[in-house]
């Protein structure tokens, strides 16, 4: 049984360009959630979305970062432009129903540096 | 912000022996998770406590919760090489919200 599947798991770029990261969730979970992990902040939020819809971008730390689902098994993560401060290992993670009271699966994440 | 707290930040013992990690979060919860991470990996669900429940079992893992403390400890019993990881306590409220983990280290 397949789980969170991330890509790509490395992303070395300069600053300015665009980054989008990739996420399938696991078949048949209809939330999805995208979390940002740094040494210093720990594991953040970002955004979830619930039956491909998004709930709560409110973790989302500015207008340079979207997410979209257009469908129940891709949801991409966009970073344009690019900044330093932006490195960090960025994780998707699925699981039933809402976001609340459900364990949920974590892709291996993808580590993204920013020169 | 009610992100649970884990403590101690790092901890080191011994293979065999016992390991205790506590976590303390600020507002009423309706569960409260716990999750390890390996190192280059992603995190995984270990066990889910509900509100009402006090204690919970998983195979070595103990999880105790005490509300009126709001705080939750997460045992280890017979620690072996492969528990070496970071273990985070996840408060659920409205969402889920991490804290910032116990780096556990087993010696052998």
């Known amino acids: 049984d397949a789980g969170v599947i991330q890509s790509p798991r490395h992303e070395v770029t300069e600053m300015g360009q665009e980054v989008t990261l990739r996420c399938k969730p696991i078949s048949g979970h209809n939330s999805l959630f995208w979390y940002r992990q740094t040494m210093m902040r720990g594991l953040e939020l970002l955004i979830y979305f619930n039956n491909n819809v998004p709930i709560d971008d409110s973790g989302m730390p500015e207008d340079r970062f979207s997410a979209k689902m257009p469908n129940a098994s891709f949801s991409t993560l966009k970073i344009q432009p690019s900044e330093p401060r932006d490195s960090a290992v960025y994780f998707c993670?699925?699981?039933?129903?809402?976001?609340?009271?459900?364990?949920?699966?974590f892709g291996d994440g993808t580590r993204l540096s920013i020169l | 912000s009610q992100q649970g707290e884990e403590d101690p930040q790092a901890l080191s013992i011994q293979e065999g022996e016992n390991a205790t990690m506590n976590c303390s979060y600020k507002?009423?919860?309706?569960?409260l998770q716990w999750y390890r991470q390996n190192s280059g990996r992603g995190l995984v669900h270990l066990i889910l406590i509900r509100s009402n429940e006090r204690e919970k079992h998983s195979g070595r893992l103990r999880v105790t919760l005490d509300t009126s403390k709001k705080s939750s400890s997460l045992l280890i019993t017979a620690s072996r090489a492969a528990d070496t990881a970071s273990y985070f306590c996840a408060t659920d409220d409205d969402k889920i919200i991490f804290g910032k983990g116990t780096r556990l280290h087993i010696l052998p």
């Open positions: 993670a699925s699981s039933h129903t809402g976001p609340t009271n459900q364990p949920q699966h």
């Open positions: 507002t009423s919860i309706n569960n």
